[in-house]
């Protein structure tokens, strides 16, 4: 069965960097985009990211760009997300999620791991 | 940005009963909707794609209509399970959600 399971979430302080993982496992990595979603306390979903099956495709919300860096390992079968100059606006829980697009990407999404929370504070 | 709207907020309903939510969109999407339900401290479920296509092992007491701007999330006979919150999402373009519809015991 389909498994996401992300790491690397934490407390950080404004303006450091964290990187994300998200480990898959019970498909064919490789064939498929990947996604990240976050949901800031008490609040609804918000796109992130997203990379294409073979890394060829990366786009992001005009929100997003410039501190967030998605990335793939598809000998690993793992997703990142790095992010740096983190705000406490960037508090959230942080899904991967898989687009049920085979080589090719629908943006929506299928799977989604458990999240991981990260939390910047001083 | 394409804005996605839901109504009601929050939606007080009895087991058994039939229920309705609404998304409207910004523009027109055609059909590029999804729908999830989100239970506290959970990830999504995917549920219901291209607006009216139920996923594989989604019950169907679920089904969405509409096109263009206006869409709906209809369960037929609530069931305890289906306590949760349901989120619309446009993929017409880069993806985005509604608010999010509280769907709670009367």
């Known amino acids: 069965q389909v498994q996401l399971v992300e790491s690397g979430g934490g407390v950080v302080q404004p303006g450091k960097s964290l990187r994300l993982s998200c480990d898959a496992s019970g498909f064919v990595f490789g064939d498929y985009g990947m996604h990240w979603v976050r949901q800031a306390p008490g609040k609804g979903l918000e796109w992130v990211a997203i990379?294409?099956?073979?890394?060829?495709?990366?786009y992001y919300p005009d929100s997003m760009k410039g501190r967030f860096t998605v990335s793939r390992d598809n000998s690993k079968n793992t997703l990142y997300l790095q992010m740096i100059s983190l705000t406490v606006e960037d508090t959230a829980v942080y899904f991967c999620?898989?687009?049920?697009?085979?080589?090719?990407?629908?943006?929506?999404?299928?799977?989604w791991g458990q999240g991981t929370q990260v939390t910047v504070s001083s | 940005d394409i804005q996605m709207t839901q109504s009601p907020s929050t939606l007080s309903a009895s087991i058994g009963d039939r229920v309705t939510i609404t998304c409207r969109a910004s523009?027109?999407?055609?059909?590029?909707l999804a729908w999830y339900q989100q239970k506290p401290g959970k990830a999504p479920k995917f549920l219901i794609y291209k607006a009216s296509t139920l996923e594989s092992g989604v019950p169907s007491r679920f089904s969405g209509s509409g096109s263009g701007s206006e869409f709906t999330l209809t369960i037929s006979s609530l069931q305890p399970d289906d306590f949760a919150t349901y989120y619309c999402?446009?993929?017409?373009?880069?993806?985005?959600f509604g608010r999010g519809t509280k769907l709670e015991l009367k």
């Open positions: 999402q446009q993929y017409k373009k880069y993806p985005t």
């Open positions: 523009q027109s999407i055609s059909n590029w």
């Open positions: 990379i294409w099956h073979d890394g060829s495709k990366i």
């Open positions: 999620a898989r687009d049920p697009g085979h080589f090719g990407s629908w943006y929506y999404f299928d799977y």
